[in-house]
C-alpha cells in the first residue's frame, strides 16, 4: 500500500481509459460504493461529455441512496449528469421464490447486465465501464462466491451476450487502493471513506426468500446499525434479515448449549440454541461453503440478556464451527421479544485491511443494545436482534 503512486496510477489510466475507448460514448452505472463512483470520475476526466452515467434503482439501495448519490455527483467539481434508471419491479420479479445465494447473485448479475445492455443501447453505448477490483476477481474465480461484476474472468463474453465492451480502469486495486485514488479525484468523504456495498446490493442481506416486508424492514435496521455504529469506525457494519424458521431436521443442539454454558460459566437450562431453516455463505481454505446459521441466547437469572465480552463470544463461536464444521455463522442475541415474529435481524460489524479475512469489532454492549431497541421498535415484524460473532474464515464478511 505504501507504495502506491496515486498521482502516476490516475495519470496512467486517464491515458489508458482514452487509448481503450476513443470517441466512443461509454455508460457507467454507478451504486453510490467508492468503486463505481471513483471509476465514474476517472472515466468523466478521460473522455469528458462522452461518459453516459446510470442509476440503476433496483430496490436493493439504502434508503434514499439514488437521490443522494446523484446530488454528490452533480455538484463541482465532477458536474456529472446522472439518469436515475427505475427498475425495482423487474429486478424484485426476476428475484422472486429464490433462496440460495448463489442462485440469487447470480440472477441478480443476469438481470443487471440484460437492464444495462438494453440501457447502453438506448443511449447509443457499446462500452461499459465498472469498477471491478482486484478482490471481486480473486472471490469469484476462487469459487468463493460470485460477484456480480465479474465476467470476462469467467469465460463470459460480454459483446456477445450482452451486447457491450467492458472497461475495468481499477482491477489490479485493493479497496484501500480505491480509497486512495478517490480522495485524490476530491471526492467527498461520505463516498471516499464509504463503507463496502455489495453489488447486488441489499439482496444479499436478506438470507432466503426476498419479500417486500423483509425488505423494508432491512432498509430500516441497516439505516439503525449505519447511525448507531458509525462512531466505533469498523470496516465494515451492516444488518441482515433472516426468517425466524428452525431447520426441521437437526440433531440434538445440547452439546453446543452445553459448551455456550461452560464458557460464560453460566446455568445449561439459560442457553438457548438453535439452528435457523436458511443457510448462509462460508468461506474454508480460500473457497465458498453453505453453512448453517446458530443463534445463541443466554438469559441472566433474573431472565434479562446475558451482556458478555465480544472476545469472549468469539471464542465461543471458534469452539462451535471447530466441533461442528457444517456451521459457518454464529449469531448472540443482543434483545429479544418473548412473542415469536416472522423475522429475526443480524448486525455485522468487521475489521479488515484487505477483506479477505476479517475480525469482528468489539462494539460496546451500549451501542449494540441500541441499536437492537430501535430495530424492535421501527420493525414490527421483527422479534430478536443478534450480533454476528464470526470472523472471516470461517463466515464471509457478507451474509450471502
Known amino acids: 500500500m505504501e507504495s502506491f503512486d496515486v498521482k502516476k496510477f490516475v495519470e496512467a489510466q486517464i491515458e489508458a481509459i482514452?487509448?481503450?475507448?476513443?470517441?466512443?460514448?461509454?455508460?457507467?452505472?454507478?451504486?453510490?460504493?467508492?468503486?463505481?463512483?471513483?471509476c465514474a470520475v476517472l472515466t468523466r476526466?478521460?473522455?469528458?461529455?462522452?461518459?453516459?452515467?446510470?442509476?440503476?434503482?433496483?430496490?436493493?439501495?439504502?434508503?434514499?441512496?439514488?437521490?443522494?448519490?446523484?446530488?454528490?455527483l452533480s455538484r463541482e467539481p465532477f458536474k456529472i449528469n446522472i439518469k436515475i434508471v427505475n427498475v425495482r419491479d423487474r429486478f424484485l420479479d426476476a428475484m422472486k421464490g429464490l433462496r440460495d445465494a448463489e442462485d440469487k447473485r447470480k440472477r441478480?448479475?443476469?438481470?443487471?447486465?440484460?437492464?444495462?445492455?438494453?440501457?447502453?443501447?438506448?443511449?447509443?453505448?457499446?462500452?461499459?465501464?465498472?469498477?471491478?477490483?482486484?478482490?471481486d476477481i480473486v472471490e469469484t474465480v476462487g469459487g468463493v462466491k460470485t460477484q456480480h461484476n465479474v465476467l470476462e474472468q469467467l469465460g463470459i463474453n460480454p459483446m456477445e451476450k450482452f451486447g457491450f465492451k467492458v472497461v475495468e480502469p481499477l482491477l489490479t486495486l485493493y479497496k484501500?487502493?480505491?480509497?486512495?485514488?478517490?480522495?485524490?479525484?476530491?471526492?467527498?468523504?461520505?463516498?471516499?471513506?464509504?463503507?463496502?456495498?455489495?453489488?447486488?446490493?441489499l439482496s444479499v442481506r436478506?438470507?432466503?426468500?426476498?419479500?417486500?416486508?423483509?425488505?423494508?424492514?432491512?432498509?430500516?435496521?441497516?439505516?439503525?446499525?449505519?447511525?448507531?455504529?458509525?462512531?466505533?469506525?469498523?470496516?465494515?457494519?451492516?444488518?441482515?434479515?433472516?426468517?425466524?424458521?428452525?431447520s426441521p431436521s437437526e440433531p440434538s443442539l445440547t452439546h453446543t448449549q452445553e459448551t455456550v454454558a461452560r464458557f460464560l460459566n453460566v446455568p445449561s437450562r439459560n442457553v438457548h440454541v438453535k439452528i435457523f431453516?436458511?443457510?448462509?455463505?462460508?468461506?474454508?481454505?480460500?473457497?465458498?461453503?453453505?453453512g448453517k446459521i446458530v443463534g445463541v441466547k443466554v438469559e441472566t437469572a433474573n431472565g434479562k440478556v446475558y451482556e458478555s465480552s465480544v472476545?469472549?463470544?468469539?471464542?465461543?463461536?471458534?469452539?462451535?464451527?471447530?466441533?461442528?464444521?457444517?456451521?459457518?455463522?454464529?449469531?448472540?442475541?443482543?434483545?429479544?421479544?418473548?412473542?415469536?415474529?416472522?423475522?429475526?435481524?443480524s448486525v455485522r460489524a468487521v475489521q479488515t485491511k484487505?477483506?479477505?479475512?476479517?475480525?469482528?469489532?468489539?462494539?460496546?454492549?451500549?451501542?449494540?443494545?441500541?441499536?437492537?431497541?430501535?430495530?424492535?421498535?421501527?420493525?414490527?415484524?421483527?422479534?430478536?436482534?443478534?450480533?454476528?460473532?464470526?470472523?472471516?474464515?470461517p463466515a464471509t464478511i457478507e451474509m450471502e
Request: with cysteine; hydrophobic share 35%; net charge neutral.
Open 18 to 38: 482514452r487509448k481503450n475507448i476513443g470517441n466512443e460514448k461509454a455508460l457507467v452505472a454507478v451504486s453510490g460504493g467508492v468503486d463505481s463512483t471513483t
Open 45 to 72: 476526466k478521460a473522455i469528458g461529455e462522452n461518459l453516459v452515467c446510470v442509476i440503476l434503482d433496483d430496490a436493493f439501495m439504502r434508503e434514499g441512496e439514488p437521490e443522494k448519490v446523484a446530488e454528490i
Open 108 to 135: 441478480f448479475r443476469e438481470t443487471f447486465y440484460t437492464v444495462l445492455g438494453e440501457t447502453a443501447k438506448k443511449e447509443n453505448c457499446r462500452i461499459l465501464v465498472q469498477g471491478t477490483i482486484r478482490a
Open 176 to 201: 484501500e487502493q480505491v480509497r486512495m485514488v478517490a480522495r485524490y479525484l476530491g471526492l467527498p468523504p461520505e463516498i471516499s471513506e464509504r463503507q463496502p456495498f455489495p453489488g447486488p446490493g
Open 206 to 246: 436478506v438470507v432466503g426468500e426476498i419479500r417486500q416486508d423483509k425488505l423494508e424492514s432491512l432498509k430500516k435496521a441497516t439505516t439503525i446499525v449505519e447511525n448507531k455504529l458509525a462512531e466505533h469506525k469498523p470496516s465494515q457494519y451492516f444488518a441482515a434479515i433472516i426468517d425466524n424458521e428452525k
Open 277 to 290: 431453516a436458511d443457510k448462509a455463505t462460508g468461506v474454508k481454505s480460500g473457497e465458498r461453503r453453505y
Open 311 to 345: 472476545p469472549k463470544l468469539v471464542s465461543i463461536q471458534a469452539k462451535i464451527t471447530s466441533e461442528n464444521p457444517a456451521i459457518t455463522r454464529v449469531l448472540y442475541a443482543v434483545r429479544d421479544l418473548p412473542e415469536k415474529k416472522p423475522y429475526v435481524v
Open 354 to 393: 484487505d477483506f479477505l479475512t476479517a475480525q469482528v469489532s468489539e462494539i460496546p454492549w451500549k451501542t449494540l443494545d441500541e441499536a437492537a431497541e430501535e430495530i424492535l421498535e421501527k420493525c414490527p415484524n421483527v422479534s430478536t436482534v443478534y450480533y454476528d460473532v464470526t470472523p472471516k474464515p
